[in-house]
């Protein structure tokens, strides 16, 4: 009995080692633009809560599987979370995460091709008490021509030219 007979769909994904980092999500069908491919799922936690759980993680630790829901609300894919949460950061990518009705969802913004990895720009803020360094801890590792370098947003300043003076504002 094949799989129309059963009506059941054909998986569109599959989660597997990634060339960006650890584990990533591939299309396993075409999934024509515009698709809902996903909901980000986990559990919903306070930004207090999420910082307990993570905060002593250590500066130097860029793995996240929090996504920001609002100023009260974090989703913590840690935690009861789904195949969403292994989809890797890109700065040119071919999905984007999209909140509506208080949950959060992951819709390609191009038709992706089987065998294509999934990626949204996670466009992670900055926060006021960041290091200097942030920008190395939270480096990205796209490789694409157009990578701003950073998985934060927004992008990290470009050095001013030396010798040159700053226009006063
Ligand atoms: C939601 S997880 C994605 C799944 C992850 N690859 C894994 O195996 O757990 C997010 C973390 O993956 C890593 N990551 C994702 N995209 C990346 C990129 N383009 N460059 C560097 N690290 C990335 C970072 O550590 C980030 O905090
Ligand atoms: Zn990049």
Redesign the pocket.
């Known amino acids: 009995m094949n799989r129309a007979d059963t009506g059941a769909q054909a998986p569109l994904l599959e989660v597997r080692d990634?060339p960006?980092?650890?584990?990533?999500v591939f299309a396993v069908r075409r999934i024509p633009r515009g698709t809902r491919v996903i909901e980000y799922l986990g559990e919903r936690v306070s930004h207090t809560e999420a910082d307990r759980r993570y905060d002593h993680d250590g500066a130097g630790?860029?793995?996240?599987?929090l996504f920001i829901l609002d100023s009260h609300t974090v989703i913590d894919?840690g935690v009861d979370g789904n195949e969403a949460?292994?989809?890797?950061?890109?700065?040119e990518p071919n999905c984007e995460s999209v909140i509506e009705s208080q949950r959060v969802y992951i819709d390609a913004i191009r038709t992706i091709e089987p065998g294509e990895e999934l990626?949204y720009d996670?466009q992670?803020q900055r926060e006021a008490d960041d290091p200097p360094d942030i920008d190395a801890v939270?480096?990205?590792?796209?490789g694409l021509e157009r990578?701003r370098g950073s998985?934060l947003w927004p992008p990290p300043r470009a050095p001013r030219p030396q010798g040159r003076r700053g226009r006063r504002r």
């Not at 630790?61 to 599987?65: A, I, Y």
């Not at 939270?138 to 796209?142: D, G, I, P, S, T």
């Open positions: 990634s960006l980092h650890g584990l990533g630790d860029n793995h996240t599987f894919a949460r292994f989809v890797n950061h890109s700065c990626s996670y992670l939270f480096a990205c590792r796209c990578c998985m």
